[in-house]
């Protein structure tokens, strides 16, 4: 088995702020801290950088991509649609502390982000963030689509039901109300948003990706 490749990481906002060499120091700084600001590094110095610069000069930011997939499989599945938005979630643990946003596809400006939530799931996020983005779209009467990673998102929004097995409880409260809302607002909403599933393996990470990984 290959040895996994060690991270560093760097908390701008948490109860400590620094850069330091293991998840677990890493989380312990972002539990239970509000607006907790973080990102992973392949190397100390570029951790130790990052922490002297601004947090938003680096979520987001994702390394060059070279797809593995032949020429003749990148044909076939051809370029991202630019008009349209991408949604994405990110979740530190399962469950854990998680947030989801949309940005537009061309330019990467955010358009929406809700969290981080103290509770919840990487699923519950995207499915969320394509709700979301369904109901964004609608309002500002707008013909563009939605990307997403997820096909468990995708399932969950066409059944209109969020089949999580996540159990509610005080501490998630907040987030179970925001599923509530959810499930009301596809129940009682139609939508002609086309919503496609986001070529990782031709494009590279969804450009509404948090750029942790």
Same mark, same amino acid.
């Given at each position: 088995m290959a040895?996994?490749?060690?991270?560093?990481?760097?908390?701008?906002? =948490?109860?400590?702020?620094?850069?330091?060499?293991?998840?677990?120091?890493?989380?312990?700084?972002?539990?239970?801290?509000?607006?907790?600001?973080?990102?992973?590094?392949?190397?100390?110095?570029?951790?130790?950088?990052?922490?002297? =610069?601004?947090?938003?000069?680096?979520i987001g930011k994702q390394k060059k991509f070279i797809s593995t997939l032949s020429e003749a499989q990148l044909k076939k599945i051809g370029r991202p649609n630019l008009n349209s938005i991408a949604v994405d979630a990110a979740s530190s643990g399962n469950p854990g502390k998680m947030e989801y946003r949309g940005v537009d596809t061309k330019t990467k400006k955010q358009l929406f982000i809700q969290g981080p939530f103290e509770e919840g799931t990487n699923n519950i996020g995207e499915f969320l963030a394509i709700v979301? =983005? %369904?109901?964004? %779209?609608?309002?500002?009467?707008?013909?563009?689509?939605?990307?997403?990673?997820?096909?468990?998102?995708?399932?969950?929004?066409?059944?209109?039901?969020?089949?999580?097995?996540?159990?509610?409880?005080?501490?998630?409260?907040? %987030?179970?109300n925001l599923i509530d809302r959810a499930l009301i607002w596809l129940n009682h909403n139609q939508y002609n948003t086309n919503i496609v599933k986001w070529e990782t393996k031709a494009w590279g990470e969804i450009p509404a990706d948090f750029g942790r990984k």
């Open positions: 040895k996994k490749k060690k991270k560093y990481y760097t908390v701008w906002k =948490g109860h400590h702020t620094g850069v330091f060499e293991s998840w677990e120091d890493c989380k312990a700084q972002i539990k239970d801290f509000q607006g907790a600001q973080y990102k992973s590094f392949d190397t100390f110095e570029a951790a130790k950088k990052a922490h002297k =610069g601004n947090y938003k000069d680096y979301h =983005g %369904l109901a964004f %779209l609608k309002k500002n009467n707008s013909d563009r689509i939605i990307y997403t990673d997820s096909k468990t998102a995708m399932s969950w929004v066409k059944k209109k039901a969020c089949n999580t097995k996540l159990e509610r409880t005080d501490k998630n409260k907040e %987030l179970f």
